[in-house]
């Protein structure tokens, strides 16, 4: 077995031993470097020539000594030259294996303090918007006059003042709301059971097809469109909201994008048009739900009513409050213009998280649904449970009542759509679908004539028969939002392959 020298990486010719590494070196290597160094070239410990300690080998006889003008003098050089071309090799060999170790420890560094920046900029921001709330609700603590004691309490901690929960729902609110179901039942009834007459009849209906596809309103970074909704007063303007963190308006007869509100920090799962006002709404899973103004392009409100994420979301029909849902098992009732929370309740017997809400057409009841599969009715005005639907299994995806004010239609991860009668209080019909059929969403048209179910493609049902009369698989992914144009006039939907698709004749 040959030594190597742990320098040269080459055998010895004088071999010998650093008692201080136990490595072999060629003598007059290591006393080269012990010269210029002092330290043992492989763990950096002093070192002197006088502990070398020397390797008894076999050599050949050597040469006696040459002239300075021989060839081996030439040769004597040459091999001093190599010595130290492999003294300064291993050198910058040491110092590669360092400035490696550095470069690491920097990169780290600058990780961390990525990190760092990025978690202190999230601070900043929740900050500013906490304080962007509590200054309008700063003005409406005094007319509650409330005890001093319960202002401290409410915004000692910057948080949305708990003053938005025990402001209630007063007299004047109350009498609003009734008077507006009065005038919705009353012109139900007028409207009657007569079907308008510019109403797209189910035999056109089945005649549709797509005729615009557009799939650039959300980023390609984070696809998919999660929720969408029409402009009741001028359905070519279409809201959604995507799992990009951004609200788009876009404009269906311009095909542009009027207004890309940012301002979630994180994916937006609800959105509502006002009928009457350049306003929308978004709700998301970071737990708020935000008031935009369209032609502004930013955000005027941020109502805080819930502690978990928003999951559902629901205008009333007078355009002034929002209903919300959450996982932190309450639904809300807050006033848009404030950003109050007039009321907050939850079912403490049930102690399960709500998935979706909507509001009954008269505006006084309206349904939730939960993640143990029921669907709940709900007095607005007495804030109680007057109804309980059983009857899927997982959680319920997506509710949705009929113009008529008779029909609840529901949806849940059973492969299912269930009728409900609110009459009766009963499950009259069962639309049983495919096998692993995700429903994501459901809507009826303003007449309550179709049904449009949304999820792993799109099927529309006309009512009281409930047979299907259109089926569409252009999504490439799941179908999230549907939406009907005025008397269906067309068919609008949004899925998780980033497209926001029209259908008509």
């Known amino acids: 077995m040959s030594l190597v020298c742990a320098i ?12 201080v590494s136990n490595q072999v070196f060629e003598r007059r290597l290591i006393e080269k470097y012990i010269a210029e160094n002092g330290v043992d ?31 081996p003098a030439i040769l004597k050089a040459l091999q001093d030259e190599w010595d130290a071309v492999m003294l300064h090799s291993f050198t910058l060999r040491q110092q ?11 990169l780290y560094q600058h990780d961390a303090a990525c990190r760092v920046i990025a978690r202190l900029t999230k601070e900043v921001t929740a900050a500013r918007e906490a304080l962007a709330t509590l200054k309008p609700q700063a003005g409406l603590v005094a007319p509650q006059s409330m005890p001093a004691s319960q202002l401290a309490a409410g915004g000692a901690g910057g948080e949305p003042m708990e003053v938005s929960v025990q402001v209630g729902m007063t007299p004047e609110i109350i009498q609003k709301l009734q008077d507006k179901a009065t005038v919705l039942t009353t012109e139900r009834k007028k409207r009657g059971k007569t079907v308008p007459e510019e109403l797209v009849r189910a035999e056109d209906l089945s005649k549709y097809r797509q005729v615009a596809s557009h799939a650039g309103l959300h980023s390609a970074s984070v696809p998919g469109i999660l929720c969408m909704d029409l402009c009741p007063s001028d359905t070519n303007k279409v809201l959604t909201g995507g799992a990009d963190k951004n609200v788009v308006v876009f404009d269906k007869k311009e095909e542009q994008i009027i207004a890309t509100l940012k301002g979630h920090t994180k994916k937006v799962t609800s959105v509502i048009y006002h009928p009457s006002q350049s306003v929308v709404f978004s709700a998301s899973p970071d ?43 309450y639904w809300a009732f807050s006033d848009i213009q404030t950003g109050q929370v007039l009321t907050k309740v939850t079912d403490e017997a049930a102690g399960v998280a709500l998935t979706c809400a909507q509001f009954h057409p008269d505006g006084l009841i309206f349904g939730t649904g939960t993640a143990d599969s029921q669907i709940k009715i709900w007095d607005l005005k007495e804030h109680t449970n007057v109804a309980n639907f059983p009857g899927h299994s997982g959680p319920v995806t997506s509710i949705a009542f009929s113009e008529n004010g008779y029909y609840l239609a529901t949806g849940a991860q059973d492969s299912s759509v269930k009728l409900w009668d609110l009459r009766k209080l009963k499950n009259f019909k069962t639309i049983a679908l495919d096998n692993n059929y995700e429903v994501k969403s459901l809507v009826f048209d303003q007449s309550g004539t179709y049904l449009a179910v949304g999820g792993s493609d799109i099927r529309v049902y006309i009512c009281k028969q409930w047979s299907e009369v259109l089926n569409f698989s252009d999504h490439s992914g799941l179908v999230t939002g549907l939406a009907f144009g005025d008397n269906a006039q067309f068919l609008s939907s949004a899925g998780m392959d980033r497209s926001l698709k029209f259908y008509s004749l």
């Not at 020539?49 to 006889?61: R, T």
């Not at 819930?306 to 409050?321: F, I, K, Q, R």
Request: aromatic residues 2%.
């Open 8 to 19: 040269s990486n080459e055998v010895p010719e004088h071999p010998c031993v650093s008692p």
């Open 41 to 71: 070239p492989m763990n950096s410990q002093p070192l002197s020539e006088e502990q070398l300690i020397d390797i008894k080998v076999s050599h050949p006889i050597r040469p006696k000594a040459p002239s300075s003008t021989s060839i």
């Open 96 to 106: 590669l294996q360092t400035t490696r170790q550095e470069l690491s420890h920097a």
């Open 287 to 329: 737990s708020t739900i935000r008031v935009w103004s369209v032609t502004g392009g930013n955000c005027i409100q941020v109502v805080r009513a819930h502690e978990a994420s928003v999951t559902g979301l629901s205008l009333h029909a007078t355009g002034d409050y929002l209903l919300s849902s959450s996982e932190d098992q």
